[in-house]
């Protein structure tokens, strides 16, 4: 059973463009590409971390136009990767939590 959070589902999928070396290339506001030292390099787990301007979709569709759009520009080897996401509810608040913050006394 998946919790409601709401606006997030739970379970949600998402297509990257992603070089060999498992960089995401980033874009300009004007849609140019920029320096390879700025692409986005971090773990993929960490999405809510990636900028507008990442080539991220939740469209393959958008990924692909993307991907056309630029792949003169990118290195050989660079494709389309689906990656999905489950969003699991943890509740792991203390017991002695006392409104948002710890109690003073851990006794």
Known sequence: METDFGGLDGHFEFFAVVTPDGKIPTVEDDATLN????????????????????????DRDDAEADYRRHRAELPVGTKIRAFAVSVEEIDEA????????????PA
């Not at 390879?36 to 979709?57: C, E, Q, R």
Request: proline residues 8%; aromatic residues 12%; charged residues 20%.
């Open 35 to 58: 320096d390879p030292g700025k692409w986005y390099t971090s773990p993929i787990g960490s999405i809510a971390h990636l900028s507008d301007f990442a080539l991220v979709f939740t």
């Open 94 to 105: 203390p017991e002695d939590d006392v409104e948002g913050g710890l109690s003073a006394d």
